[in-house]
């Protein structure tokens, strides 16, 4: 009776196939596989935030409709200035004449004529104007006014009403031979100064308004602009557990 006789190496006995062969060790993955646990390259890949976009409408227009309220407050200090420029300009006496002068004027009821006076010191006169050809009344002004036209300062000395517009006589005196000298002009448009004011409140006020209404829905559209990409973004959008 024969026995076969393992060695102590672990070898096989002759003749058993396979048997005692090298074994993989446990664990290793055969070779060109890819290892347990992760997907083939490609398959599954995670997914990065989707790409930033600009809000809309952007600031710009924030920006654009604050420079609009401060063109506006310079249109309204021009527009007040220049009301005020075009009423003295065309108030003040064109022409001028001296004490004793008969001159001839043209007066019409609807430019509101006035007679003027410009003098160093304080001065007596007295003038007359020939009622031909309609009544001609002349009244003490309510409310002092001066103007001023290339370089000269004009007092508002008498209100000429008549009643018919024409070409009328006009003499002026003055008190013990005084220095001074007198001209035909308008009264100080009342209208042209109120509609300056106007224009310099108005159109601020206007600029202003604009700019905030703008300012708000900008703000209120960018807001709402960024919830929809927060949400739009998913789990991207949200902080860590280390960015809380």
Known sequence: MSNDFVSPSGGAPSGAPGYGAPQQPYGQQPQGAPPYGYAPPGYGAPQGPPPKTKVKPSIGWIVGAWLVFVLSVIVGIAGFAGGVFSAITDAAPTSSFAPGQTVTVKLDPAD??????????????????????????????????????????????????????????????????????????????????????????????????????VTIVVLVKRSGARKRQAAAAGPWGQPGPYGR
């Open 112 to 213: 509101k004529p006035a007679i003027y006076v410009s003098a160093a010191t304080g001065t007596k006169f007295e003038c007359q104007i020939q009622g031909d050809p309609g009544a001609v009344r002349l009244q003490q002004p309510s409310l002092d006014q001066t103007v001023t036209s290339d370089g000269v300062i004009w007092e508002l000395a008498l209100r000429v009403g008549v009643d018919k517009a024409g070409d009328y006589p006009l003499t002026c005196t003055t008190s013990e031979g005084a220095s001074a000298k007198f001209g035909v002009g308008k009264e100080l448009a009342a209208d042209s100064v109120v509609g300056g004011a106007v224009a310099l409140f108005a159109v601020p006020g206007l600029g202003f308004l604009l700019a905030v209404i």
